[in-house]
């Protein structure tokens, strides 16, 4: 065969190789990145992961459970 022909061939093997470990690549970041996303306890379902008291969370800011936000009012546990 034709040695520019070969070098060719080479080339696009290669470059065909790079995009799909490119791919792969992408493919694995965005399932990482989308668990760990899910287990950080933004959702609404959150588990509060043990916490005895909503107050000494250090994810109090972003929890969206009911205690949290009853945690968060400013008047909890003020009585008139």
């Known amino acids: 065969m034709n040695p520019e022909m070969d070098q060719l061939r080479n080339r696009r093997e290669f470059l065909r190789t790079v995009l799909r470990a490119a791919a792969l690549a ?8 989308l668990g760990w996303k899910s287990s950080t306890g933004t959702g609404e379902d ?31 546990g003020m009585r008139p």
Do not use: H, N, Q
């Open 26 to 33: 992408g493919l694995a970041f965005a399932g990482v990145f």
């Open 46 to 76: 959150a588990s509060c992961g043990g916490m005895e008291r909503c107050g000494e969370c250090p994810k109090l800011a972003r929890c969206k459970a009911p205690e949290a936000v009853e945690a968060r009012r400013p008047e909890r």
